[in-house]
């Protein structure tokens, strides 16, 4: 399911062709790169999707959401985290799971330009993460047109995930994976900030842990990986969470296992509806047909995305 979820495509037909594609200003060294699908009411209410770990605006459950979104009336932006999609060399920083300027930026951006337009957020796997720590960030104060957020297999406990992610066979395949992405990132940051990565700067780690020791946690001010995992878990910011927030995880995640207080911390804060399947895989959900009811028709099988876009429906209708 998880192998399904990452590499089975969505058709799309000419509908990526159709995107717009802008550079929007972080701060003085960075700049994302931001893939919109607009509809002719620039009130229309506005989905803002993040890829995760390794990802981009162009993975399959991105397109696959941001189509549904579009036929049911939203203008969609798919954001591509500082380093994703090959944007390397619009940003001297590296990113994580607490990132939050990204998310905010964009936020912002449509509140400045789309004042009227109600907007809901949705994050997958890490970029559930970051869009976690940002509406953290955001608190009791979120800017007035966001409606709701959406946290599809996130990881709450990074330090459960790393374990997690040194376990079995399958899981180290998921990981080996994730670190050619590493190492394919670090040679183009080499190559464009010499000053700060050296050449050999994609050698001289074996795993998740490695990396995080040797890259992310100094970069951001972290004493060292474990510090990171601790404090970057997104675990510690969800009673902070004011917006009607929708989670979705599966029981069977082998890369994100929740325990029971993870459940508990999601199930005592009010404002998060936790929907929790047995079996769905990491930020996959492919079900044998699609679901319908007496008030919704999935428009596929790919469940997780279907809930995305419903609950973006829900939210801004309610506003």
């Known amino acids: 399911m998880t192998i399904a979820g990452a590499k089975l495509p969505r058709p799309h037909g000419p509908f990526l062709d159709l995107a717009e594609r802008f550079w929007l200003p972080v701060d003085r060294e960075t700049s994302v790169l931001v893939e919109t699908h607009w509809q002719r009411d620039p009130d229309a209410p506005v989905l803002v999707l993040a890829h995760g770990l390794m990802g981009s605006a162009r993975s399959p459950y991105m397109v696959g959401t941001a189509q549904k979104a579009f036929r049911r009336g939203f203008s969609v932006l798919r954001l591509n985290t500082r380093n994703c999609g090959g944007t390397w060399h619009r940003t001297p920083t590296l990113y994580n799971a607490a990132l939050t300027d990204d998310l905010h930026a964009l936020v912002q951006w449509v509140g400045e330009f789309h004042p009227r337009s109600p907007v809901v957020v949705a994050g997958f796997s890490m970029g559930g993460s970051q869009l976690a720590h940002t509406a953290a960030r955001w608190g009791d104060a979120p800017p007035a047109d966001v409606r709701g957020i959406v946290l599809v297999s996130t990881p709450l406990n990074l330090v459960t995930c790393c374990r997690a992610m040194h376990t079995g066979f399958l899981n180290r395949l998921y990981m080996r994976n994730f670190l050619e992405g590493f190492r394919d990132a670090l040679w183009h940051k080499a190559e464009h900030f010499p000053e700060r990565y050296p050449r050999d700067a994609a050698f001289g780690y074996r795993d998740f842990y490695t990396f995080d020791q040797q890259w992310t946690a100094p970069a951001f001010g972290y004493r060292s990986a474990n510090d ?70 999935d428009s596929d099988r790919w469940w997780a995305e279907n809930r995305v876009v419903q609950w973006a429906v829900t939210r801004c209708d309610a506003s």
Do not use: C, K, Q
């Open 228 to 297: 990171y995992y601790n404090r970057a878990s997104a675990v510690h910011v969800v009673p902070r969470l004011r917006l009607p927030t929708l989670a979705l995880h599966a029981a069977d995640d082998p890369i994100v296992p929740y325990n029971r207080r993870d459940l508990d911390v999601l199930r005592g804060n009010p404002a998060v509806r936790l929907l929790m399947t047995d079996a769905g895989g990491h930020n996959a959900f492919l079900g044998a047909e699609p679901m319908r009811d007496d008030l919704w028709e």
